[in-house]
């Protein structure tokens, strides 16, 4: 699903991918074209060895479940991590904290872009979580040089690719990371557990020529397993 925004209003298309049916639109997707449409690639960085290793990599969206939601309109996305690969990671170079990257692509459908992209992760963006360890799940404002570049897919850590993260200096930019900052002592007790999750909100927008903006919204939630 993606949102046609017409003179400053958003209203919901019912074309699932590709822009289909000639509605200008936009969508946040984990490539340029094809699979998958209305999602994104997510990973959980452990800053303290520069690695995926706390989500044993990156889900690209072939692991996700995807849906609709309202109040606001909004495509919504689903995944599974294991709690015992985050134990493992952490096992192997333990830290205080893991940030949750977010990469992919803003697909501008039917319309020609005037090349106004921007990727919007803002303070409110935890919508809920539950963690029985202790976990907190918190935001904090990073550098956001790479929130108005329209393809963020890049997610490779040993390359300095963090998706839409160029790095994670604090910073007033007003664009902002989710962080699971883990409990207090060390172990398995401190990170999070089967059973635990958390749902967090990101948009995206573009621009046409005439200056009307296009507007998608996509929350994704993470299960721990």
């Keep these: 699903m993606m949102y046609n925004a017409v003179v400053g209003t958003c209203a919901q298309q019912g074309a699932a991918a590709g822009g289909g049916g000639g509605v200008a639109s936009v969508s ?3 490539t340029a074209t094809g699979n998958y449409d209305n999602a994104v690639k997510i990973a959980i960085y452990n ?3 520069n690695s995926f ?3 044993n990599g990156v ?3 072939s692991g996700s479940t995807f849906g609709t939601a309202s109040s606001p309109t909004r495509t919504t996305q689903t995944l599974s991590f294991a709690a015992s690969d985050y134990l493992a990671g952490w ?5 205080g904290a893991g940030l949750i990257i977010i990469g992919g692509y803003i697909r501008n459908n039917n319309f020609t872009s005037a090349n106004k992209y921007s990727w919007n992760i803002g303070s ?6 539950s963690f029985s360890s202790g976990v907190t799940a918190i935001v904090y404002q990073v550098t956001g040089t790479r929130a108005i570049f329209q393809d963020n897919t890049g997610m490779v ?3 300095s690719a963090y998706g839409v993260y160029t790095n994670f200096n604090s910073s007033s930019s007003g664009f902002y990371a989710v962080v699971l900052q883990h409990a207090s002592g060390r172990g398995a007790s ?6 635990d999750n958390i749902t967090f909100r990101l948009s995206v927008e573009d621009q046409d020529g005439g200056g009307t903006t296009y507007t998608a919204i996509h929350d994704v939630t993470i299960n721990f397993t």
């Design 28 to 30: 946040v997707a984990t």
């Design 47 to 49: 800053a303290s060895n």
């Design 53 to 55: 290793n706390f989500s």
């Design 59 to 61: 889900e690209d969206g």
């Design 91 to 95: 096992n192997a170079s333990g830290t």
């Design 124 to 129: 409110g963006a935890v919508i809920s979580s």
């Design 157 to 159: 850590a040993a390359s």
């Design 190 to 195: 401190t990170l999070p557990q089967t059973g």
